[in-house]
């Protein structure tokens, strides 16, 4: 689910340029501020959080989401090059590279699972999981129905 927010934000700020990037940015912004007001919304009925569970998890879970963002845009930002013009062993380092980073999430990831099951139980926890693809599948079909439709 993340990494599809972040693809189609992604897309959308390089689709633009000029002052219209710059007000379609201010545009994209209130945007994603509206789908994670949405996701947070979402996943804390999802969760079933109390308000004290809910105090506590919120900043938790932002900070994840923080550092896994950093970390992906830090493996991306160095691969905007046209895949024909890599050489074989340019190819294979990048290769290389999305193995450590995709190593480097999941380590972040059990990190703050342990932190979150100071604050949430276990099935909780798996609802989370569960709740970020549904809301992933959600914006997607979403995304997919405003396209239908704009055709």
Known sequence: MKRYTIL???FCAFTLSGTEAM???HHHREHREKVEAAKVA???DK???TAEQAQKFWPLY???ESKRRALIHS???GYRRDLSTLSEQEAKARIDNMFV???RELELEKEYATKYQRIISNKQLIQLYRGE???TKMLLKRLDNKAVSSN
């Open 8 to 10: 189609f934000l992604l």
């Open 23 to 25: 007000a379609q940015e």
């Open 42 to 44: 979402f996943l804390t």
């Open 47 to 49: 969760l079933g959080l």
């Open 62 to 64: 932002n900070e994840y």
């Open 75 to 77: 493996y991306r930002e």
């Open 101 to 103: 980073v995709k190593e």
């Open 133 to 135: 693809r549904e809301f």
